[in-house]
């Protein structure tokens, strides 16, 4: 493959591989602007998402039924989450509440081993997977799904919390709690929305992902962890800086492998982060966009 080639291919795959981490991004980033938690569990609803798909698909559902029932499933396990370990703790230090994030990640992968083991399983792509070619790079037609998926999202996103009542009630809360209550706004059932729909969109990242790389138990972690390396690199306070964020790593993940090793990949991606925390802590594109969710 020519050099040219060589470097349109790699930049579908990294635009592919950060429009999994915005969706994932996306929630870190609503969560955290609601209630102030960094949930470290959210790697885990991708894999929820993905591995319900296949259950589904394999019970005989049409895929886009099994897709819907799976995002609704990981709504409620996010809400349910956000009952049972959040909520009650909502008055602890940053730091309780991250440990219960990450108390509550492993014991999320536990229970997706007793259900699915430890072999990895495929989802069938969305559409007919035929490669199309351009500019002699390949490019497949589920990495269009992902990428489009994404960017719609952040248009839902950005709709929902500007032209909606509910998107102005969490922005409330997100700029003053207390004034927000004496709006009539409740931060605890914000809170929940905020968690369950981060949850939701998890979910679809995880669904999106699996045709290309398979799911399993453990395909959250990283995933995770990536993305919350996205948010923090793009600006954890609003959305569209955790999407550049997130296309950011991606790209860059993408040629490391691609020119150099598969195992630069990840050291691209945490050298980043700490180069940002140490110099911009913000986020690189925190200014830019101005003001926050």
Known sequence: MEFSSQIIQLLFSGLTIGSIYALIAIGFVIIYNVTGVLN???????MFGALISISLVKMGLPLWAAVILSIMTVFLIGGLFERVAIYPARKASVPTLIIITI?????????????????????????????????????????IWAIGISLVSLVVMFYLFNKTFIGKALTACVVNQFAARLMGIKPEKMSLLAISTSAGLGALAGIVIAPISGASYDMGMM?????????????????PAAIGGAFLIGILESFAEGLWSSGLKDVVSFSLLLIILFVKPEGIFAKASGKRV
Not at 40 to 46: I, S
Not at 226 to 237: E, H, I, M, N, W
């Open 40 to 46: 470290l569990a959210q790697g885990e609803f991708a």
């Open 103 to 143: 108390g509550v990640s492993i014991a999320f992968r536990g229970i997706a081993i007793l259900i699915w083991g430890t072999q990895p399983q495929s989802l069938q792509p969305f559409t007919d997977n035929t490669p199309i070619k351009f500019l002699n790079a390949v490019l497949l037609p589920q990495n």
């Open 223 to 239: 995933i995770g962890l990536k993305a919350f390396v996205a948010a923090v690199v793009g600006g954890l306070t609003n959305v």
